[in-house]
């Protein structure tokens, strides 16, 4: 069945100030969603709220496959969500890192294949907290991206990137866009996250400021 989800009329404030009001779309499978806007403009709290991750103030999300709406403690198992202030269980190595969220949620690939996709399989046994922020933020990218979900969340994905691992991120989300069995949402303010993409929406934060007030 398809995979969708609806916002409708969302609406997030903290104490009395609104991050984003009036906030509609429609979300298929298959498509891929970029959220823009300058440092604060509540880029992260707009895609925390899609996910589920917080509570909004108004309107409401659905989740749905086909015409089946899904019950909001079940969105976890629907979506797979990576950011930097995700944080790792960093006493672990790497493989067991793969191997805990795995009891949880499946991957689309066997773990020594992701392993050897991340090019990081040399030190799949060392313990995360030593790793870069780089090698962090790229186990926090294959546990997103490798997930078996139909939903994919990105927060600002390439933070503390080198070139390489730039190229590495295009490569694997080109492929995920371009086999089209997942609803990407991805909230970016650099446009080397997004702008190598086939095929895009673009929804701009200001245009959810201008309706604050009303």
Request: proline share 4%; glycine share 4%.
């Amino acid at each position: 069945m398809v995979f969708h989800i609806q916002a409708t009329d969302l609406g997030k404030k903290y104490a009395q100030e609104w991050i984003f009001r009036g906030f509609t779309k429609h979300f298929d499978i298959g498509k891929v969603t970029v959220i823009t806007g300058n440092n604060g403009s509540g880029k992260s709290t707009l895609l925390k709220t899609l996910a589920g991750m917080q509570p909004y103030n108004q309107g409401k999300i659905q989740y749905a496959r086909g015409k089946a709406l899904l019950n909001e403690s079940y969105w976890f198992s629907q979506l797979s969500y990576a950011a930097p202030y995700i944080q790792l269980i960093e006493e672990f190595t790497l493989e067991e890192m793969l191997e805990f969220q795995a009891q949880f949620k499946p991957f689309d690939l066997p773990i020594p294949e992701i392993l050897d996709k991340i090019a990081l399989s040399q030190t799949a046994k060392k313990p995360i907290k030593y790793f870069s922020s780089g090698m962090k933020q790229k186990c926090k990218l294959a546990l997103a991206l490798f997930t078996k979900s139909p939903a994919l969340f990105l927060d600002e994905p390439t933070s503390n990137f080198d070139k390489n691992n730039i190229f590495w991120y295009q490569k694997q989300v080109e492929m995920l866009a371009i086999a089209q069995q997942k609803t990407i949402i991805l909230a970016s303010n650099d446009n080397n996250e997004y702008d190598f993409l086939p095929d895009y929406d673009l929804l701009k934060m200001e245009d959810y400021k201008t309706v604050l007030q009303k």
